[in-house]
């Protein structure tokens, strides 16, 4: 949760001075840095994080970040006049698709054999 107060707060805070995509850009790049660090840790019981979660990682939270997030944005702003609105209900788009890969691409459960 800490991760998505710090992209809201940055977003809000950037985006009538950088636009929505910029905006969402920097937000996104510092909430994923420590989402990566948290995650990888906690959530998932990585012993450590490596190169290849972190390539994972930026690969899969870029695309639901940087592509899913903003088009989300653009789509919902059609409905809906509330910026905060609008950016909490697309990091909620997110926050499942981002799981979802961490779960099955990034930190995939391995089963130890007997």
Known sequence: MVNTAIDMALFLLLQGWLGIVAA???????GMT?????????TFRAER???RAAG?????????????????IHLLLEFLDTMW???FLAIGVS???NFLA???????????KA
């Open 95 to 97: 926050f499942v698709a």
């Open 24 to 30: 969402n850009f920097v937000s996104t790049s510092a």
């Open 49 to 51: 994080p490596t190169l």
């Open 85 to 87: 609105l609008v950016k």
């Open 102 to 112: 961490y779960r099955f691409v990034v930190w995939p459960v391995r089963h130890r």
């Open 34 to 42: 420590f989402s990566f660090l948290v995650n990888g840790r906690f």
């Open 56 to 72: 994972l990682f930026l690969a899969t939270t870029g695309v639901t970040m940087w592509v899913l997030q903003p088009i989300v």
